[in-house]
């Protein structure tokens, strides 16, 4: 049987802290959490791998690593209100749940939601809001947010979403390369006149989410 509290532990000195994870708040969060949990049955003995895990349906929970760096450089704060899009089964945003005031999780899998409503209750997790919509809309109905977490590479970062962030909020993305290339998470924040800049943070091997595509161009 897999000892899970020690691959936890194992998971945030082998893999976190040497990786520049350094936001003690975090690794707190991280510490505490039951990542197994937020897997099918069949996938919790590789909860800890330095990997993205298969959730089915072509959808992945992140690899540790690159997920908590994500959360790292949105540097939440205990008053932030925060939106996770694509939040599967609900682990990125009880990551954030432990860091911010509130939290709004989108997912347009109603399995994925389901599982993640189920489990948030079951550690008794109250401030996330769970939603089934289309992802790439983010959740307007809970704007504006401080700080947004797209948990998963996309294609191409949609304006709907950046659109719901404060002014000087930050997002963090994987944005997904060509095929065969590696994608680079980026950290965007939307300046005080409106618009939103971006900076590279490192590369990432995420797999790319549904949804996402770029908007498709004529060619003459």
Do not use: C, W
Not at 147 to 174: D, F, K, N, S, Y
């Amino acid at each position: 049987m897999t000892d899970f509290a020690l691959a936890r532990r194992n998971m945030v000195e082998g893999q976190l802290r040497p990786n520049r994870v350094t936001n003690v708040a975090l690794l707190e969060a991280i510490s505490a959490l039951p990542r197994e949990q937020f897997l099918p049955e069949a996938a919790r003995a590789v909860a800890y791998a330095d990997d993205d895990v298969p959730l089915g349906n072509g959808r992945f929970l992140m690899e540790p690593m690159v997920l908590a760096r994500l959360v790292q450089a949105l540097q939440p704060r205990e008053t932030d209100r925060a939106l996770v899009v694509a939040s599967g089964r609900g682990y990125g945003a009880a990551v954030l749940s432990r860091l911010v005031n509130s939290v709004v999780a989108v997912e347009s899998d109603a399995g994925l939601a389901g599982a993640a409503e189920q489990t948030l209750k079951a550690l008794g997790i109250t401030n996330v809001k769970q939603k089934v919509g289309p992802m790439e809309q983010g959740a307007v109905d809970g704007a504006p947010y401080d700080v947004i977490l797209v948990e998963g590479a996309v294609r191409q970062v949609p304006e709907a979403v950046v659109g719901q962030l404060t002014q000087g909020g930050r997002m963090a993305t994987i944005v997904a390369g060509p095929p065969g290339a590696l994608g680079v998470a980026q950290l965007f924040l939307k300046e005080h006149h409106g618009q939103a800049s971006g900076r590279p943070l490192f590369d990432a091997g995420t797999p790319a989410l549904p949804g996402f595509a770029p908007s498709a161009r004529f060619t003459f």
